[in-house]
């Protein structure tokens, strides 16, 4: 049983950019958290999609866009890249909001 | 709004001692309180919660961790760390019920372990 996965697991883009992750949920998962673990840092909540709406959403700017498809699956969009995105991003799943979280290795971005 | 403190950015122990980790939280209602391990190159991955009830909780890998409501604690114990026990430990609070809610993480804990 695959646990939930992540691509790129490294990727570098310069400022500006826009960078998409993607995330594969555990089997029988239906909903998808994204956090940002800045180095140095605890992860820090991004949103969180149920039934492809984000349901959740934390303290982070409208650069910062997500969906979720019918298979569950979920992507992290950021636009206009900053320095300071920098982070590694991890996807938890669950089942439903009140399901117990498994998180994904994560995605390292590095902005230059 | 809800905040997790670690106070101790790093700690080192020998094998076989004994482990504290420390958590304070900050929280208006009820916590939903957990621990998680990260490892180098891992995601996270989840230790013990507590919810309610006995404020004793056990966990996996060994360890335990005590909910302390006067005090705002909830912190993490291991009676005899092992050299695999050396990663990263996060303290967390959940905002409303369940597991999946919300969670505030703590800056973290890094433990190096000493053979």
């Known amino acids: 049983d695959a646990g939930v996965t992540q691509s790129p697991t490294h990727l570098i883009k310069t400022r500006g950019q826009q960078v998409t992750l993607r995330c594969s949920p555990k089997?029988?998962?239906?909903?998808v958290s994204w956090y940002q673990q800045a180095l140095g840092q605890g992860p820090q909540f991004i949103f969180q999609?149920?039934?492809?709406?984000?349901?959740q959403r934390g303290n982070f700017p409208d650069r910062f866009s997500g969906h979720q498809f019918p298979n569950y699956s979920s992507e992290l969009n950021v636009n206009a890249l900053l320095l300071g995105d920098s982070a590694l991003y991890l996807c938890?799943?669950?089942?439903?909001?009140?399901?117990?979280?498994?998180f994904g290795e994560g995605s390292r971005l590095t902005v230059l | 709004a809800q905040s997790v403190t670690q106070p101790d950015i790093h700690i080192t122990v020998s094998e076989g001692a004994s482990l504290e980790l420390r958590c304070n939280y900050s929280?208006?209602?009820?916590?939903?309180l957990f621990w998680y391990v990260q490892s180098p190159g891992q995601g996270l991955q989840l230790l013990l919660k507590?919810?309610?009830?006995?404020?004793l909780v056990q966990g996996i890998k060994g360890f335990e961790a005590e909910f302390k409501r006067s005090q705002s604690s909830f912190n993490l114990r291991k009676p005899s760390v092992h050299w695999s026990d050396a990663a990263e430990y996060f303290c967390?609070?959940?905002?409303?019920?369940?597991?999946?809610?919300?969670?505030?993480f703590g800056s973290g804990t890094q433990l190096t372990v000493l053979p």
């Open positions: 938890a799943s669950s089942y439903q909001s009140t399901g117990e979280l498994f």
């Open positions: 929280y208006g209602a009820t916590p939903y």
């Open positions: 999609y149920y039934e492809e709406e984000e349901r």
């Open positions: 507590y919810f309610s009830g006995d404020t």
């Open positions: 089997s029988g998962h239906d909903t």
């Open positions: 967390a609070v959940a905002r409303g019920t369940g597991s999946a809610r919300q969670l505030t």
